[in-house]
């Protein structure tokens, strides 16, 4: 029920088929995603998602006509029964590939030299070439919350030992989205938003969106908001709700209530209305991050946004939140020198708005984000390229025909 309705096009090609998620203690009921979960409750989605399985083969004795399962990291439990089924397997990473050489060989995943989270936070042997992909230790703790009983690792490395496609590996490309598909139906304030920009001088002000899968304490996000307004320069900032079991707590009497409006700190509206703008909920980014006045973005780290702001040419100011590979991807993106990352605290994640600002200015304006500027304006070359992302598309196609 998530998913966008299929363009006319295409709806004679793909057909939906609903599969209920199985109750287990622990996870609220109507949730399906971690979009809709603090990370704490992850490990009742995995358990819940693990369950599939017993829908999920009897659908698939029903289907002789199924050659193939595209899938990502988490069924672990699909090897065994689709070998009995005679289906092929491809496992679809959507890590980059730094990512996938830092989580290294599968005998690595299933029990190798690291341990400890301190043993991540270093660069691994096998990446023998001068780099800075590692984990900080907040990161690696922070993601052990959402691991159930099988880590992460060793999902993914279960899978890999047994897709169809590996040797060769097959790149995907970028699937960066052309601005001509962006769907504007929906945003009530796109008028008044394009005009604000207009308003504003060439390259003046940066964009602030922070996910959808993640959502910052009201200490951190009232810390992030002192650390924009310190900045003096003008932004466009997208504060999403509260995470859905947040607001049931608060229903239940558990927790206070929190609103959008108590995530910006009382003593900002009046600078924040005319400093930047706020939008709560969905935003078009992509619009956004198009419009010549808007030249930076503040960012978690999400790979997709990485490749829509690096395919207009916009530079980065790094703030990886919550868990999965999103330090790494900031790692790669500082090495690469198109970025520059909000200092953190290594141990427990905590900042200050006073580096907030300073990091936003280097990034904007300061001399010293000059080359960081022009690198990523260059990175537009790499990251905007349609005829690259089609050329890597149709090899794909190939690759699932020759199977």
């Not at 009232?222 to 932004?235: D, V």
């Not at 049931?248 to 609103?259: A, D, H, N």
Request: proline letters at 7%.
């Amino acid at each position: 029920s998530r998913l966008p309705q299929l363009p006319p096009t295409l709806c004679s090609n793909i057909t939906f088929i609903p599969l209920s998620l199985p109750y287990v203690d622990g996870l609220p009921l109507g949730v399906e995603s971690t979009s809709k979960l603090p990370i704490h409750k992850v490990p009742y989605l995995k358990k819940s998602f693990d369950k599939l399985e017993t829908q999920l083969t009897e659908f698939l004795k029903r289907s002789p006509q199924i050659k193939l399962i595209i899938h990502d990291f988490a069924q672990h439990w699909l090897p065994p029964m689709v070998n009995q089924l005679r289906i092929n397997l491809v496992y679809f990473s959507i890590f980059s590939d730094s990512t996938n050489a830092f989580l290294g060989p599968t005998s690595e995943m299933l029990g190798g030299s690291r341990k400890s989270p301190e043993d991540f936070t270093v660069v691994p042997t096998w990446m023998d070439y001068p780099n800075n992909i590692a984990f900080k230790l907040h990161e690696t703790v922070s993601h052990k919350e959402c691991e159930d009983t099988l880590s992460d690792l060793e999902r993914y490395a279960t899978v890999l030992l047994n897709c169809k496609i590996l040797k060769p590996i097959v790149p995907l490309g970028l699937l960066p989205p052309p601005l001509t598909s962006v769907d504007d139906k929906g945003d009530e304030n796109l008028e008044a938003l394009k005009k604000w920009l207009d308003s504003k001088q060439e390259k003046s002000v940066f964009y602030v969106a922070l996910g959808s899968e993640v959502s910052l304490s009201q200490e951190s996000m009232h810390e992030l908001a002192f650390g924009i307004e310190k900045s003096g320069l003008p932004f466009i900032w997208v504060v999403r709700k509260p995470h859905l079991v947040e607001e049931q707590f608060c229903r239940q009497g558990r927790t206070l209530p929190l609103f959008i409006e108590d995530m910006i700190p009382p003593s900002l509206k009046n600078v924040f209305s005319k400093q930047g703008m706020v939008l709560r909920g969905w935003a078009p980014q992509l619009r956004i991050l198009a419009h010549s006045s808007v030249s930076g973005f503040l960012t978690h780290c999400g790979w997709s946004s990485l490749i829509e702001s690096l395919g207009l040419g916009k530079p980065l100011i790094l703030f990886p939140i919550g868990s999965s590979n999103l330090g790494l991807i900031a790692r790669l993106m500082h090495w690469k020198k198109v970025r520059f990352e909000i200092e953190r605290n290594d141990v427990d994640g905590s900042f200050k708005s006073d580096l907030v600002a300073a990091c936003i200015k280097r990034v904007m304006v300061d001399p010293e984000g000059e080359q960081l500027r022009a690198n990523a304006l260059a990175m537009k070359e790499i990251f905007g390229n349609e005829e690259l992302s089609n050329k890597c598309l149709c090899e794909f196609t190939q690759a699932i025909e020759n199977i």
